[in-house]
């Protein structure tokens, strides 16, 4: 393909399309720190940007070197997806549901306290980062007629649309938590579990 507005404005909708989970486990992390720095909301949106870019351009590189292997990995994808999110809003769920049992049994436990322990960690992002990446690889076969530039441009453009809407899904679960309270990881973690299976039926059907 050669450069042109109709490049560009395939890459924003790739970008929009590829971002629709990484914007919904966004919406899930906002809800389980209403009080999160602006800071903290770069570094999430960054970190599923990064992994929204560097997906596609794994996935082009392979259609182009290990054509045969990465369609066999391909099949894998769904259940990678599935796995993850499952643990990771199981996580999250279960952890919720203790807090919210803790708080009624003792009501001096402060909602400070209860946040603290409900934090996103690093390693927990990094996972969300690949689950809902992962199926961006495939990404290199919608792109594989690309050179290496158009392919990597492709690649900034997905990552760039990836962060201004996670940033919007972070905005909203934030604004969310504040309504739903203690019981706003209960549904970031719904919602986590809901993505997996989502991800899992579109990638084997």
């Not at 790739?14 to 906002?30: E, N, Q, R, W, Y």
């Not at 720095?37 to 599923?48: K, V």
């Not at 309504?179 to 039926?201: M, N, V």
Request: aromatic share 12%; proline share 2%.
């Amino acid at each position: 393909m050669s450069w042109g507005v109709t490049f560009f404005f395939n890459s924003i909708l790739l970008g929009i399309g590829l971002a629709m989970d990484a914007f919904s486990v966004s919406i899930a992390d906002g809800l389980l720190e209403p009080d999160m720095r602006r800071g903290r909301r770069w570094t999430i949106a960054g970190t599923f940007a990064f992994f929204q870019f560097i997906m596609p351009v794994i996935g082009w590189f392979c259609v182009h070197t290990l054509v045969s292997r990465f369609e066999m990995f391909q099949k894998a994808v769904p259940w990678i997806a599935l796995v993850l999110l499952l643990y990771i809003g199981g996580k999250m769920l279960i952890e919720s549901i203790q807090q919210v049992r803790d708080k009624r049994n003792d009501n001096s436990i402060v909602s400070e306290t209860v946040a603290a322990t409900a934090r996103l960690t690093a390693p927990t992002l990094l996972l969300q980062g690949i689950a809902t990446a992962i199926d961006a690889l495939s990404v290199g076969f919608a792109i594989s007629g690309y050179g290496w530039m158009q392919a990597l441009v492709c690649a900034i453009i997905i990552a760039v649309v990836t962060y201004f809407i996670c940033t919007v899904g972070l905005h909203i679960g934030r604004k969310a938590s504040e309504k739903l309270s203690s019981k706003a990881g209960i549904l970031g973690g719904c919602i986590l579990i809901f993505i997996g299976i989502e991800i899992f039926i579109r990638g084997i059907v």
